[in-house]
């Protein structure tokens, strides 16, 4: 059996980027970072982010102070102005691609 690999196999560029946002953030700040959910839905990954002191929470309801990681799926602005609320920095990992789709849908409902 012949195993072939794709010409563009791995992660896409939106993920490639929440990573390095990732380990660029667990690298500058103190206390505790968060990723709202896991940052990309690798468990190899996320368990690797982990050892790095990035956990993986569910719900703002778990972040006391810190920095939040927002994952490359996004979130919608009411979580952003509840993070800000709660006095947490936020770190947008959004695709770009991902935030212009977002972009969009908001336009087209107003």
């Known amino acids: 059996m012949e195993v ?3 010409a563009r196999a791995g992660f896409c560029f939106g993920v490639r980027r929440a990573i390095e ?3 660029k953030t667990s690298a500058e700040e103190k206390g505790p970072i968060y990723s709202l959910g896991p940052l990309i ?7 690797f982010l982990q050892a790095r002191g990035i956990t ?3 719900d703002l309801s ?3 102070g810190g920095t939040l990681i927002i994952r490359s799926h996004g979130v919608a602005p009411s979580v952003l102005a509840a993070a800000a609320e709660k006095g947490l920095k936020v770190v947008d990992a ?3 691609f991902v935030k212009r789709a977002q ?3 908001h336009d087209l409902t107003r």
């Open 4 to 6: 072939r690999l794709a």
């Open 21 to 23: 946002l990732a380990l």
């Open 41 to 47: 839905h690798n468990p190899q990954v996320v368990e």
């Open 56 to 58: 993986v929470v569910e």
């Open 62 to 64: 778990a972040c006391e």
């Open 94 to 96: 959004t695709c770009p």
């Open 103 to 105: 972009q969009l849908a």
